[in-house]
């Protein structure tokens, strides 16, 4: 009854201290982006800037948005957020203007004390406002998760709480594998593209 099993979906977890974290990161996305045939990637940041654990997602837009090229699009940044609010009509948005784009989602996420720090990377979409226990539509065709705090009681008071170190720090991984996944990629396309 082998053909009745479900396909084990690709999930890694890295923790943002481990002296190999960027290599095991940069892996794991490089490896999800290789597993999709897309010519254009939207990385869609999701997370506000009012709540220090939910800026996560801002954060790594605002530097992703610096590095913007044909082979990818950043959506949300500091300066224009992704969230709760308005996440549907950003979907519908990527549907409308990039119907065969791939998409990267990238969140802040709660978690259980032994998981806080730890950066995921999942096959599939992401579902965005769990912790938080709203209900939004899912998105992505892989996602990274920053687990920035615990979660379980007060929610949006442990993410307003959240130390911007700890942040900062899985921010920076995420922000530095997938500008280098992206930057091979790219050249990987150019050289097919050339032959």
Known sequence: M????????????????DSNAFQSVFESINQMMNQFIY?????????????TGDALGPLIGSKLKLLESNFFTVLGTLDSP?????????????QATYPTSGIISIDASLGKV??????????????????????LPK??????????NVGGFMEYFVLQNTRLHLVMEIADIIYLSLSKAMRINKQKKENVISI
């Open 139 to 148: 998105v992505g065709d892989f996602h990274i998760t920053g687990i920035v």
């Open 82 to 94: 992704v969230h709760a609010l308005n996440l549907q009509e950003k979907i519908d948005f990527i």
């Open 114 to 135: 032994s998981s806080v720090g730890t950066i995921q990377i999942i096959e599939g979409p992401l579902k965005p406002g769990a912790g938080v226990h709203k209900e």
């Open 39 to 51: 010519d254009h990637w939207i990385v869609l940041c999701i997370g506000t800037d009012r709540s």
């Open 2 to 17: 082998n053909f009745l099993r479900k396909k084990q979906l690709f999930k890694n977890i890295v923790n943002f201290s």
